[in-house]
């Protein structure tokens, strides 16, 4: 396992980063984190939704809460969902960061391909 330490306390650990991933590669993890972002839902408004068992709506709500993705409250019985705004955005500055690494390697490829041939 490789592990960094972070410069900057908005910078994900890879812990983090790992969590991450893994709770957005279902498309039903990314349904809720978008249902959740439009407004806060119970679990149990979010579990009508899907042809699933509510137990499997827990489990991947579980998942985005680990990842930090979402939050949830408990208002009497039911459970209450929000996504987490301050986590989506330090996820999105590394995907960013990401983005602008592979930005810099296609215009140094593209300057290189510019450059003139001298060899003919």
Do not use: C, N
């Not at 980063?17 to 279902?26: E, K, M, P, S, Y």
């Not at 999105?92 to 593209?110: F, K, N, P, Q, V």
Request: proline residues 2%.
């Amino acid at each position: 396992m490789v592990t960094h330490k972070t410069s900057a306390r908005s910078e994900l650990t890879d812990e983090q980063i790992d969590r991450v991933f893994h709770a957005l590669a279902t498309a039903t993890r990314r349904d809720i984190l978008r249902r959740t972002i439009e407004r806060e839902q119970s679990v149990s408004t979010l579990a009508a939704e899907y042809d699933m068992s509510f137990a499997a709506v827990q489990k991947h709500v579980a998942v985005l809460e680990a990842a930090e993705l979402i939050v949830k409250r408990a208002d009497g019985r039911e459970r209450l969902v929000r996504a987490d705004p301050a986590m989506i955005a330090r996820a999105r500055a590394l995907l960013s960061r990401y983005e602008d690494l592979w930005r810099t390697r296609i215009d140094r490829l593209d300057a290189l391909l510019a450059e003139p041939d001298d060899h003919t």
